[in-house]
């Protein structure tokens, strides 16, 4: 049975930083991708960056330059830094993942495609 579980959530103030972390088990080396969304009160959820199988990624462009990500096989992670954080970031971020092939491309992710979720951990960031 597949199980992605995150951790790293918590508060912190504006241009502060965070590192996400997924943990994925039931699942073999590298061959799925891994993206990350988030879900504000009161707005749908949206995709914010995603890696794929073969290390592709997306990034959407409200967190360009700011959110990276990253895969370690051996520990089967991935890893999702943020900095220069600001109030708008505040959410319950999730990761999920999908097989390979699916999911994530370097124009996009497609949410429909994953079809394991993690149960979320929330970060909030205060002005």
């Known amino acids: 049975e597949v199980q992605l579980v995150e951790s790293g959530g918590g508060s912190v103030q504006a241009g502060g930083s965070l590192r996400l972390s997924c943990a994925a088990s039931g699942l073999n080396g590298d061959d799925y991708a891994i993206g990350w969304f988030r879900q504000a009160p009161g707005k749908e959820r949206e995709g914010v960056l995603c890696?794929?199988?073969?290390?592709?990624?997306w990034y959407s462009d409200s967190v360009k330059g700011r959110f990276t990500i990253a895969r370690d096989i051996v520990k089967n992670t991935v890893s999702l830094q943020m900095n220069n954080l600001k109030p708008e970031d505040t959410a319950v971020y999730y990761c999920?993942?999908?097989?390979?092939?699916?999911?994530?491309?370097?124009?996009?992710?497609?949410?429909?495609?994953?079809?394991?979720w993690g149960p979320g951990t929330q970060v909030t960031v205060s002005s």
């Open positions: 999920a993942s999908a097989d390979a092939g699916y999911g994530c491309t370097v124009t996009g992710t497609r949410s429909a495609e994953y079809d394991v």
């Open positions: 890696i794929s199988s073969d290390t592709r990624r």
